[in-house]
């Protein structure tokens, strides 16, 4: 069974910076479109980022220009580099993982849809 585990959240004043980290075992992460999507409770969920088989990569606008998305296929691990932290950026983060890609083969699905992830790490950022 595929197993996702985060790690690396905490709580932070606005402006520092966070790095989040993913392991992946029972995967070949090289095989696989893998992402972050966050959620605060009682509101959907929000995906951040992706990155593609190919190292390609998507970001939410929100975050454009202060998160970056990672991935190292020899050790399964993905990161999320999270620099210049807001209040609103706090949240639930998890990362997922998903083999398939949309129609005509070369993107991956959007994140919220990827059939695995991990139980997520808090990010908490201060005023």
Not at 35 to 64: L, M, N, P
Request: glycine share 14%.
């Amino acid at each position: 069974q595929v197993q996702l585990v985060e790690s690396g959240g905490g709580s932070v004043q606005a402006g520092g910076s966070l790095r989040l980290d993913c392991a992946g075992s029972r995967i070949i992460y090289g095989n696989y479109c893998l992402g972050w999507f966050r959620q605060v409770q009682g509101k959907e969920r929000e995906g951040v980022a992706t990155i593609g088989k190919d190292g390609s990569t998507t970001y939410t606008d929100s975050v454009k220009g202060r998160f970056t998305i990672s991935r190292d296929n020899a050790n399964n691990m993905l990161y999320l580099q999270m620099n210049s932290l807001k209040p609103e950026d706090t949240a639930m983060y998890y990362c997922a993982a998903d083999a398939r890609l949309r129609r005509g083969g070369f993107s991956c699905l959007d994140v919220l849809d990827f059939g695995f992830r991990g139980h997520g790490t808090q990010v908490t950022v201060s005023s």
